[in-house]
């Protein structure tokens, strides 16, 4: 049986710099090493102070650089023989003197994050390394980077001339970081300037090599990207059960969408799955437009030529287009809050004379809580009338409603109705109008053989029904969720929203995360609380390692955005990355805006963005909602202004203790979902003197406080 092999990104940048004669000497050698990396010619076991697997493959004047697993083969890196290690290394840790390297205890180096390694390692074909085959130190020059091999390397990366002559203009590399350039051209320039160390190569992502020829492809640009590599776990849950019902769950950074995505190219590949004669047209469901841009980019990638199959939407287009096919008004109402405090005051003066507990109860309440009974308790589960609303369940609410409780608020939400009857109505009432007109057949609407919805933990029972109606049969649905990044737990059973949701022995739990690591996904728990979780999908594992996790405390406003800016800059020089690819979280778009302003005057270019304005690649430090951020992942993550006044944010007003708990587990699932989008750095921000009561339930442990 032949070894896998997997690509790291540095390889690829290396391979696209080298003479074509070498990379053709790697597309030839690499079947060869396919069969036995330990003893095809020219092979020798390298770095044996500091590793145990790390090979390399001698290509006359270059050397390959890979790492062995358990039948798998990782490529690290390629380069000039001596440079190499310095190079592409990182000379602290492969220069040692032979007296460190005597007493040093090497170990394996993971070819991926889920390689288990091998019991022994051979020392290669090589009986010796070449006296050639040693580490150099060898100095960047000072002055401006235009000098030399870098001008030779621009060119051989078939960077633009016009961008060439602006890169060699500047002298360091933080100059580079501020020129107008692409993406792929700034990743390159950061790739020789500050070249990985093994460790951070071990953590980049690794993509599949399937086709030796593809490196080849590769070179000539008819290749354009390699298709990400899937954990065993991944790769058998795409292809597993591709019948449903299926549900996927899985908590923060464990592969869901992904796994949806290849479960899409598994369906449309018709040499390994053949379930649908012709093939089958998917609907795929996503959070967000910034996730759903994404999705698409992805699936050109991974079927180019069945792209045609597959629609990439979320679920408020579709509900709107079923409305209007009825002949129906479509106009969403975005203030149904004031409407809701019209009506709450209607009713309690309506009966005032009977200041009962429940009238009492009522009147506690804030319109938003009564805005959210009214759009995800008898919208979202489509109740009908007042003898349906005293048997439902209210999984997830805190305030237990009585029966004359119900009896009030079921006519709150009539009188909410009456006042906005030529208004318009909430996103949820035309949801669940959709769902009338699918179900009775009354709109022509062309259903669809697979539909997948990602994060269907966001949608009410009403749109998980729209998902259910729009396929034409259960055996085409495939859901992932986790219900501990729902910003609220509304508890409901599957089966009792749709007859086609049923998942009994269909579900699945993806049990490693590839995003965080472990310091940041043990701290996150710790907003979780006491409130109600999915254990299963909470104990995930994760698989990098990383700095802890801060909060800083500051006296006033200013110090905490100095100490933000701070943190920001030191962080993209810890991971070698620029400043932008930092993200703010705040709560309110207030915030954001304040944050915003307060670090471009510390220097750091920086914008308050929105949900439709968010452009994952533009330079500047991205200052956002909590919301927002749902869905998304970025290197740094700071949390701004985590204070009394936002978190939990009680007002004086409100004194009934189960909504208040159900507010201050809200806002503990809010700062759960914000935490669990850092990737590799993440903090917390608060003034000392009004910070909020949850980082005191902060694990010291697990938060390193900076005061």
Not at 681 to 698: G, M, V
């Amino acid at each position: 049986m032949s070894f896998e092999v997997v690509l790291k990104d540095a390889f690829l940048k290396d391979f696209t710099a080298i003479p074509q004669s070498t990379q053709n000497g790697i597309t030839r050698s690499l079947n060869a090493l396919k069969v036995d990396p330990f003893r095809a010619p020219n092979v020798k076991r390298v770095l044996k102070h500091l590793y145990h697997n790390v090979y390399r493959l001698r290509l006359g004047d270059y050397r390959l650089v890979y790492a062995v697993g358990d039948r798998i083969i990782s490529l690290l890196a390629v380069g000039r023989r001596g440079e190499i290690y310095n190079r592409y290394l990182g000379d602290t840790e492969a220069l040692v003197t032979a007296d460190a390297a005597k007493d040093a205890t090497p170990k394996a180096l993971k070819t991926t994050p889920f390689d288990h390694g091998r019991a022994w390692y051979p020392e290669g074909s090589e009986e010796s390394a070449s006296s050639r085959d040693v580490p150099l130190i060898k100095e960047k020059a000072d002055g401006p980077v235009g000098q030399g091999a870098f001008a030779d390397l621009l060119e051989r990366w078939s960077i633009p001339q016009e961008q060439r002559q602006r890169i060699l203009r500047c002298s360091n590399l933080q100059e580079i970081f501020l020129l107008e350039l692409p993406d792929e051209t700034m990743k390159v320039v950061q790739h020789w300037y500050n070249p990985p160390t093994l460790q951070e190569l071990n953590e980049q992502p690794d993509f599949s090599l399937d086709n030796v020829s593809d490196l080849e492809r590769f070179r000539d640009g008819t290749l354009t990207r390699f298709l990400l590599k899937l954990s065993p776990e991944q790769e058998k849950i795409a292809a597993r059960s591709l019948r449903g019902p299926a549900l996927v769950k899985g908590g923060p950074g464990t592969g869901k969408s992904l796994v949806a995505l290849y479960r899409v190219k598994n369906l449309v590949d018709p040499k390994e799955y053949k379930l649908f004669e012709p093939l089958p047209r998917i609907l795929f469901l996503t959070y967000g437009k910034s996730l759903m841009n994404a999705t698409k980019q992805l699936l050109d990638e991974l079927i180019p030529g069945n792209r045609e199959q597959v629609v990439v939407t979320n679920l408020d287009p579709l509900v709107r287009q079923i409305v209007l096919a009825t002949g129906e008004k479509f106009i969403p109402l975005y203030d149904l809050g004031e409407f809701v405090q019209q009506a709450k005051w209607s009713v309690l003066t309506a009966h005032e004379h009977q200041a009962t507990n429940a009238w009492l109860t009522l009147a506690d309440l804030r319109p938003n809580y009564l805005l959210e009974e009214i759009e995800w308790v008898i919208e979202g589960r489509r109740i009908r009338s007042l003898e349906e609303y005293f048997q439902i369940e209210r999984s997830g609410r805190k305030v237990p409603f009585s029966q004359p409780l119900r009896v009030l608020m079921w006519e709150v939400y009539l009188e909410t109705l009456h006042l906005t009857a030529e208004k318009g109505h909430s996103w949820e009432y035309y949801r669940g109008r959709a769902l009338d007109a699918l179900q009775t057949n009354t709109v022509d609407i062309a259903k669809y053989d697979v539909v997948l919805v990602d994060e269907a933990q966001d949608l009410s029972p009403v749109g998980l029904g729209i998902c259910a109606e729009l396929c034409k049969s259960p055996s085409g649905l495939f859901f992932t969720a986790d219900a501990n990044q729902s910003i609220y737990n509304r508890g409901f059973s599957w089966s009792k929203v749709h007859e086609f949701l049923d998942f009994r022995g269909r579900s699945t739990i993806l049990r490693y995360n590839y995003r965080s690591t472990k310091q940041i996904a043990a701290a996150c728990k710790d907003f979780l609380g006491t409130s109600e979780i999915d254990g299963e999908t909470v104990a995930t594992s994760a698989v990098h390692e990383g700095a802890q996790p801060k909060v800083y405390l500051a006296e006033k406003d200013q110090e905490q955005y100095e100490k933000l800016a701070q943190f920001l800059r030191q962080s993209a020089q810890d991971l070698r990355l620029p400043v932008w690819t930092g993200t703010v979280l705040v709560l309110s778009n207030k915030n954001a805006a304040k944050v915003a302003d307060a670090l471009n005057e510390l220097g750091i270019a920086a914008r308050h963005v929105k949900g439709e304005e968010l452009h994952l690649k533009e330079k500047v430090v991205k200052v956002m909602t909590l919301h927002t951020s749902k869905g998304l992942e970025f290197p740094t993550v700071a949390i701004a202004h985590v204070e009394i006044e936002s978190f939990p944010g009680i007002k004086e007003d409100l004194t009934d203790q189960g909504e208040i708990q159900e507010l201050a587990d809200c806002k503990r699932k809010l700062l759960f979902v914000g935490s669990s989008r850092a990737m590799r750095r993440l903090a917390l921000f608060a003034n000392a003197s009004c910070c909020s009561p949850f980082l005191d339930d902060l694990s010291r442990e697990k938060w390193d406080f900076v005061y």
